[in-house]
């Protein structure tokens, strides 16, 4: 069975300093992607960043950056350089080829401080 | 131009009313979800419909009924609301179910059964 895992609940992090949210994830499949998507307090959900199980380069998107970690089974997204408006909820999820099922984590909650 | 709308964004209702989500995507998708966001901002997959067949159907109580007219609109009907239900509601497309395919996020229904 697939599984996302976010073993952190909550994230304090300085403005402009970088910081790591941490997602591991479990599936017997070869060809899955991982998505990270931001929740603000205003509810949306925001895709923000796409990585391939086969993709041998880290995606990257802005300040953002997927560090893809294979043989552990990790996507950690990084945030570089902090904003106050990176406060928001985080959520990591992976889709598996031939499924149409997207499995969420259970997120976190990213704080920037002032 | 919104990939993908939700009306209303904000339901209030009495216990034992009946109430429908309307959901319409503009990305031309063939899949659309439904997922129900609890107050631990947990995502859970209820439905999802592939080109208006139903592909995806969770453990989810009888009283939600989903309807996809066509491949750009999915509805959720709940009859009998129970405080339960109160959560947010969040409408999702998709193309196809390849690895790479990346879901996009409608802004959400807040329900709130009193």
């Known amino acids: 069975a697939q599984k996302i895992t976010q073993t952190q609940p909550g994230m304090f992090v300085q403005e402009k300093e970088a910081v790591t949210l941490d997602c591991t994830y479990d599936?017997?499949?070869?060809?899955?992607?991982l998505f990270w998507y931001k929740q603000p307090s205003s509810g949306e959900m925001i895709f923000l960043i796409y990585?391939?199980?086969?993709?041998?380069q880290n995606a990257t998107e802005g300040r953002y950056s997927l560090n893809f970690q294979k043989a552990r089974k990790s996507a950690n997204l990084v945030i570089s350089a902090s904003q106050l408006g990176d406060s928001a909820m985080y959520f990591c999820?992976?889709?598996?080829?031939?499924?149409?099922?997207?499995?969420f984590g259970t997120g976190t909650r990213l704080k920037v401080l002032a | 131009d919104t990939a993908v709308s939700q009306t209303p964004k904000y339901l209030v209702t009495q216990m034992g009313n009946d109430k429908s989500i309307k959901c319409e995507q503009n990305?031309?998708?063939?899949?659309m979800y439904w997922y129900k966001q609890d107050s631990k901002k947990f995502l859970k997959i209820m439905f999802s419909?592939?080109?208006?067949?139903?592909?995806i159907n969770e453990t989810v109580p009888n009283r939600f009924s989903p309807k996809s007219p066509d491949k750009a609109h999915l509805n959720l009907h709940i009859n009998s609301l129970e405080l339960g239900d109160s959560a947010v509601y969040f409408c999702?497309?998709?193309?196809?179910?390849?690895?790479?395919?990346?879901?996009?996020f409608g802004p959400g229904t807040r329900l709130t059964v009193l």
């Open positions: 999702a497309s998709s193309q196809m179910a390849i690895s790479t395919d990346t879901q996009y």
């Open positions: 599936t017997s499949d070869q060809s899955y992607g």
């Open positions: 990585q391939g199980s086969y993709d041998e």
């Open positions: 999820a992976m889709k598996a080829s031939g499924t149409y099922k997207y499995i």
């Open positions: 990305l031309g998708h063939d899949t």
């Open positions: 419909y592939n080109n208006k067949e139903l592909i």
